[in-house]
């Protein structure tokens, strides 16, 4: 299978002001010229801009396309990669105001309330807007109407990671799958939306996204204020109640380096990493084991540097 790449600017929706910067690597097919349905979307929230290191290992791990290469080499060619950069940057802070309402001037949350459903309506939203860029842009490759070729009548899985900042993205999502309703998996389509092709590769509604979630992933994640790790016991609960009760199966996936998780001066993000662990650990026989967590610590051995923060995104083992 082929893949066909590029890197937009997109806007939430006509009013918005700003612009996410979107790279995408999505399954084509170079017999057909069209684009094919894919096993799953890998979705990963960038964090904070480093600028300036002359390290080409931070910088070639800072740039989203490379990062989308990373995605489709760690979960398969069949997967398509997005990588979602913040809109709006308070000097090098990446701040998910669309995401998550109550974050500061620097990007670092109050609070993960699911009130309104932000961080899934607006991840929705972007792929949406993405994926028409991308139609339009292959549509001309080919000097023909983009067309949607499956083999399969399957929904694709998502897959979200967060790194760094963007964990407090991914953090927002788990808070909003804790609140889904039990029964959203049945509720129709919006009257009037036409979702017949883009259906097939990205969820066009929160709660088919919510819904699609079977792997989260927090990349050496880490914040200058509490909040890094989501650790609200009722969502975590709520969440192993809705998989025991038929929803989809969910694993955690806990990737960090001695960068975040030794840092003297930020205890916190070792002392929520480990509560978000025993609160799943601690679900795992009430969920029928189909909530998981796995925690990977990589470069046990190295003295703590930038270099190893942004190594482990080529690093981490997703199996």
Not at 46 to 74: C, F, H, I, M, W
Not at 100 to 121: D, E, R
Request: proline share 5%; aromatic share 10%; charged share 20%.
């Amino acid at each position: 299978m082929d893949r066909w790449s590029g890197v937009f600017n997109v806007k939430l929706d006509p009013n918005c002001k700003n612009y996410y910067r979107i790279a995408a690597s999505l399954c084509f097919s170079s017999a057909s010229k069209s684009l094919t349905v894919p096993s799953a979307n890998a979705i990963f929230f960038n964090g904070d801009r480093v600028e300036g290191t002359r390290n080409p290992v931070v910088e070639r791990l800072s740039d989203l396309q490379n990062v989308a290469q990373v995605l489709v080499s760690k979960f398969g060619g069949s997967v398509n990669a997005w990588v979602i950069q913040a809109s709006i940057f308070n000097g090098p802070f990446a701040v998910y105001k669309d995401f998550i309402p109550s974050v500061n001037q620097y990007g670092q949350p109050k609070s993960y309330s699911p009130v309104g459903f932000p961080a899934s309506t607006s991840t929705v939203s972007l792929l949406s807007n993405c994926f028409q860029q991308a139609k339009d842009v292959v549509s001309s490759g080919t000097k023909k109407p983009c067309s949607i070729s499956s083999s399969s009548t399957s929904r694709p899985k998502t897959v979200v990671l967060g790194f760094s900042k963007g964990g407090t993205a991914v953090n927002q999502l788990v808070a909003e799958l804790g609140s889904l309703d039990d029964k959203s998996h049945i509720r129709e389509q919006p009257a009037g939306v036409n979702v017949q092709e883009e259906v097939q590769i990205l969820p066009t509604t929160k709660e088919s996204l919510l819904n699609s979630i079977t792997e989260i992933h927090y990349v050496d994640v880490g914040l200058n204020s509490f909040g890094a790790y989501i650790t609200d016991q009722d969502v975590i609960e709520r969440i192993s109640k809705r998989v025991a009760d038929g929803g989809p199966r969910v694993l955690f996936f806990l990737h960090g380096t001695p960068r975040q998780w030794f840092d003297g001066c930020r205890i916190w993000i070792q002392d929520e990493k480990n509560r978000l662990y025993r609160l799943i650990e601690s679900e795992d026989e009430k969920s029928g084991g189909k909530l998981k967590v796995c925690e990977r610590f990589y470069f046990a051995d190295r003295k703590p540097d930038m270099q190893m923060h942004f190594e482990v995104i080529e690093k981490m083992d997703v199996s």
